[in-house]
């Protein structure tokens, strides 16, 4: 594939320390010049998002897959601290949650039963009979499935309404999202793989709309767009008016010469920056162990040229989807974790740009199938996302000083906060160009 | 009457609107179906082209307006479509010659040039917004300037060419049928561009070499067809379907950039289920997605309580709430897919 050509990596074995040496740099710089607290606020959501880039390069790096619906697999992980550790709402589940469940049971059977009719049934009849079964399986679906929904969603709507969770441990859910994203990932690409490489783009794109609007929608499962607050943290994190009432906490941080809330904010900060941290290495010792493996070299192999690897006895189409649900999980695992970190979820934060497109440019930035150089790439594009919010209407207050303070000026300004999106499609296109190896070419 | 009061409710809630959202699907799918088979790739940044033509449109419609000139009856972006087109084809010419010849030159697998569509769907959809905020000052004066997320109402002339009231007072009938304008000027200009683009297709050299291009590339290269020409006159095509079907998409509900890049889904659905890279299929498709998409999500009701009187549902007999609508073209695509990946129509020949 041509974005794979074979070059000389240029920079040596250096090249990696120093650009991440440079990134640290960066940060430090962030952290004295706007304060600590949002400096580390801008490394934890930048690891997040390397987490989010490391699953996409498994695709796009690894395989030459392009899935476009990163956001809906993101989503769906951010479900998971939902449904596993919120506390369960009291009386839900007798209310209607039992029918809800029998609904949800009952389609899958009708699903099941509709395979079963399509592989026994003649060709003359079967499209019709299908149709008929699936449409009469959808009014039962929805007979048994909307009374349940109603009696959940009327149970104190202002603060529950919904069916809540099972009160675990929120680190829990981590797991849980990248499995419900890897189920997600199993059924889209048992479809959409082994097609033509663009029904892949366009059928991940769909389902990625999908998923977000269930999220949106579904109010007893999630409190939809009315957000679900207040999720608990991992058992070790404490939460920063906890630590501000704490006397010793007050007592260590005015010795130190620090004001208690911002101790207590960083502090915060840097106990999930050390979680975040110990999940980027496991991820990217893993990855790093499957590309150099057997496996991995497989991989390649079959990015490099699909007819030859098939040839030499590869299953083409059941690897991509094992690295399309592997690298669709982790994107999940990410979306869990973001979910912790911000401590709600509020569905109709998630937009397509912010969650596929950009976690794009930072794989083709960093530089495609490197996982390095994801992580490079998440942490310093979701560096320059944010910053680059500030900096357009910056850089066009300067630009536009000549003109008077009308509305003119006023309207460029506001323009300006546009500039991200042009940033980042202009950032894509010079590397796709100039340097389509990425900042960390692959080895 | 209870029949004729169906059909009218019908007519009203499901046929009308389904017609016009399907002809604006069908030249969206137009120009994707084209751009895939020419150029072979999924051009992602079709719905940013739309938002970004009919911004433009809209700029113009507010210049033309300021002049006093108008159409009468008819919206004043029809007058200022034509510059619209203009704009947008140069501007996709300029962005073929600054990003994609490169791809094409180094042979790139479509995939990489559906990330660059990717790269060029973002700076689009920041212009998009940049341009209608910054001109709007100077067009329409500091009041009533707009910023680039607004949701831009730029329909004017006749809004309904027959309405409700006047409907019911001819026919004395109690369900009320209303024929918006913009309904019927979508429906005659997409038969027109499609009859002229499949006469341009079908009949002229150009159209053919066009075909040629797309059946076999090497043989039509073969031939002597300067694959340059036609490389810039499929963009020049695309981007006009983009700015029409843009256009009448924003005179019939309105502007939002947003709204237009989430159009893509169910264009590309539209094209890949009359089979990608064929234009027929792409019209078809784009009606199938546009009826069955506002079939399922409208309300039932009203219709089943004329036809079945003695049946009362108790809910809207609405099979989706509408904001599964993009559920729908995604399972007609799911279902092409698993059944039949070409498509309705065999895909990718014009």
């Known amino acids: 594939m041509s974005a ?440 | 009457m209870d029949a004729i009061n169906a059909l009218v409710a019908l007519t009203n809630y499901v046929i009308i609107p389904a017609t016009s959202y399907g002809a604006q699907l069908a030249l969206g799918a137009l120009g994707v179906t084209l751009v895939y088979a020419i150029l072979r790739f999924s051009n992602f940044a079709h719905g940013d082209t739309m938002a970004f033509g009919t911004a433009i449109t809209i700029l113009m419609t507010w210049i033309i307006q300021q002049a006093g000139l108008s159409l009468g009856p008819l919206p004043t972006a029809l007058l200022a479509l034509p510059i619209g087109i203009v704009l947008t084809a140069g501007f996709a010419l300029l962005t073929d010659r600054i990003v994609y010849r490169h791809y094409r030159k180094i042979r790139a697998s479509p995939v990489v040039m559906v990330m660059v569509s990717v790269g060029v769907m973002f700076v689009m959809n920041a212009l998009t917004r940049i341009v209608i905020s910054v001109f709007s000052v100077p067009i329409l004066g500091a009041r009533e300037a707009v910023s680039g997320v607004d949701e831009i109402q730029f329909a004017d002339g006749a809004r309904f060419l027959i309405s409700a009231r006047d409907f019911r007072d001819w026919t004395g009938l109690a369900e009320p049928l209303a024929l918006r304008a913009t309904s019927v000027i979508t429906v005659v200009t997409t038969v027109i561009v499609v009859v002229a683009l499949f006469w341009f297709l079908n009949r002229t050299r150009a159209g053919k070499s066009m075909r040629a291009f797309s059946d076999n590339e090497d043989l039509a290269l073969l031939s002597g067809i300067n694959p340059a020409r036609v490389v810039a006159i499929t963009w020049i095509i695309a981007a006009a379907l983009a700015t029409i079907a843009g256009t009448l998409y924003g005179l019939d509900k309105s502007f939002k950039a947003f709204n237009y890049f989430q159009l893509l889904l169910p264009i590309f659905a539209a094209a890949i289920v009359g089979g990608i890279g064929n234009p027929v299929g792409a019209v078809v498709g784009g009606f199938i997605i546009a009826f069955s998409e506002v079939g399922i999500t409208y309300a039932w009701k009203k219709v089943m309580g004329y036809i079945l009187p003695a049946w009362e549902p108790s809910g809207l007999v609405q099979l989706l709430s509408t904001d599964y609508k993009f559920a729908v073209s995604f399972t007609i695509l799911i279902i092409v897919l698993i059944f039949r990946p070409t498509g309705l129509f065999k895909g990718k020949t014009i």
């Open chain 1, 4 to 443: 794979h050509q074979p070059q000389p990596a240029t920079g040596g074995a250096l090249r990696a320390p120093l650009l991440f040496a440079a990134l640290i740099v960066l940060f430090i710089f962030e952290g004295f010049s706007s304060g600590w607290n949002s400096a580390l606020g801008l490394l934890n959501m930048g690891l997040i998002s390397a987490i989010m880039a490391l699953g996409l390069n498994l695709q796009w790096g690894y395989a030459g897959l392009f899935n476009a619906g990163t956001m809906g697999f993101i989503a769906l992980g951010g479900l998971a601290p939902v449904l596993v550790s919120m506390p369960a709402t009291p009386g839900a589940m007798q209310a209607g949650g039992w029918r809800i469940m029998g609904a949800l049971a009952l389609a899958a059977v009708a699903l099941f039963i509709a395979i079963w009719l399509y592989q026994r049934l003649r060709k003359g009849i079967r499209g019709a009979a299908l149709l008929a079964w699936l449409v009469a399986a959808f009014f039962l679906f929805r007979w048994v499935f909307d009374p349940g929904v109603a009696a959940v969603e009327a149970i104190n709507p202002s603060a529950q309404g919904y069916l809540g969770g099972l009160g675990l441990p929120i680190l829990l859910s981590w797991p849980v999202g990248a499995l419900f994203a890897a189920a997600a990932a199993w059924a889209i690409g048992k479809i959409a793989l082994g097609l033509r490489s663009d029904y892949l783009a366009i059928a991940t794109l769909g389902i990625a709309e999908i998923i977000v609007a269930v999220l949106k929608n579904e109010n007893w499962l999630d409190r939809g767009v009315m957000n679900v607050n207040g999720l608990p943290r991992p058992f070790f994190i404490p939460r920063e008016i906890d630590l501000q009432a704490d006397a010793a906490f007050i007592d260590v941080s005015t010795k130190l010469g620090i004001d208690p809330v911002t101790a207590s904010t960083v502090l915060v900060k840097l106990l999930y920056l050390g979680l975040f941290v110990v999940v980027i290495a496991a991820l990217l010792w893993a990855t790093e162990r499957a590309l150099h493996s057997p496996w991995g070299r497989m991989m390649r192999a079959i990015r490099e040229n699909e007819i030859a690897a098939s040839a030499m006895g590869k299953n083409v189409t059941r690897r991509h989807l094992q690295i399309f649900i592997l690298g669709s999980a982790i994107c999940g695992l990410a979306g869990a974790m973001l979910i912790t970190l911000d401590g709600q979820m509020t569905p109709s934060s998630y937009n397509p740009l912010r969650y596929t497109f950009v976690i794009m440019v930072m794989v083709i930035a960093g530089g495609s199938g490197n996982n390095w150089g994801a992580v490079l790439g998440g942490v310093l594009i979701w560096y320059l996302w944010i910053k680059a919010e500030s900096w357009g209407p910056g850089l066009m207050q300067l630009a536009t000083a000549g003109l008077d303070n009308g509305v003119l000026r006023a309207h460029i300004l506001e323009s300006a906060a546009q500039m991200r999106y042009l940033a980042m499609g202009v950032i894509l296109l010079l590397v796709l160009r100039f340097a389509p190896r990425g900042l960390l070419p692959e080895r």
